[in-house]
């Protein structure tokens, strides 16, 4: 069974769109759809915004059913010149990069750090380039922040210069899928670009958008498990 978590309603609903339902749950809060997209068993977790909503839904899906893959789906803000909004970022590492006990720890307390699975990796780059989906591979950076202000992008490109994209639940669902050791790859499409004026007005524009973007790089990418 693959396990699909996306934070908002905008995001399940596109996923939900292209799969068949057959039944639904809640758990604390966290609503479970289960049912099939293609010819995979798929649980859908909505989550809720932030690491904190995902943690919770990630552990509840490892926990409940027999979860083989874990894939996380939704938006997120990009960080570099090149991307565009409607873009894929795929994850190669992620990290939680607002985790900071550095006051005890020194530089090394800045951020937790979290490889993905490389075999899935591989499989969401080749989802895109079938399904041509432009594409972006590198860090994700997760944190409990909407980033809108130029002060917040220039202490996030300090410590982590890799980071192509921020958001806010895949560093929960990293550390809690490396703790069940249940391989996981993190997916966004892009809704705004912090280099873009009024970025904040393209998300409200986009995230619908981005969403659909999103479900539709789910769908082919389960062709190839």
Avoid: W
């Avoid at 932030?50 to 997120?76: F, W």
């Avoid at 570099?80 to 307390?109: C, F, H, M, R, W």
């Avoid at 619908?208 to 479900?215: H, M, N, V």
Wanted: proline fraction near 4%; charged fraction near 20%; charge should be negative.
């Amino acid at each position: 069974m693959i396990g699909i978590i996306a934070a908002m309603d905008i995001e399940v609903d596109a996923i939900k769109a292209v799969s068949t339902i057959t039944a639904t749950k809640t758990v604390a809060g966290c609503q479970m759809y289960l049912g099939t997209l293609g010819d995979k068993e798929i649980v859908i977790g909505k989550s809720g915004v932030g690491k904190s909503h995902a943690a919770m839904a990630t552990t509840i899906l490892c926990m409940s059913y027999p979860i083989d893959k874990i894939i996380n789906v939704g938006t997120a803000g990009g960080l570099k010149e090149d991307e565009n909004v409607l873009d894929i970022v795929i994850s190669d590492q992620v990290v939680q990069a607002d985790y900071d006990t550095s006051p005890l720890d020194g530089p090394e307390g800045i951020g937790l750090v979290y490889p993905v699975d490389p075999e899935m990796v591989k499989a969401s780059i080749q989802a895109s380039q079938e399904n041509h989906i432009p594409y972006h591979v590198g860090t994700i950076a997760s944190q409990d922040l909407f980033m809108s202000r130029e002060e917040d992008y220039q202490k996030l490109l300090k410590h982590f210069p890799a980071s192509i994209c921020s958001e806010m639940e895949a560093g929960a669902v990293a550390q809690v899928c490396t703790k069940f050791e249940i391989p996981f790859v993190i997916l966004r499409g892009l809704s705004d670009v912090v280099h873009h004026s009024g970025n904040e007005m393209e998300f409200s524009e986009y995230a619908s958008k981005a969403s659909q973007q999103s479900a539709k790089m789910i769908q082919a990418l389960l062709t190839l498990f």
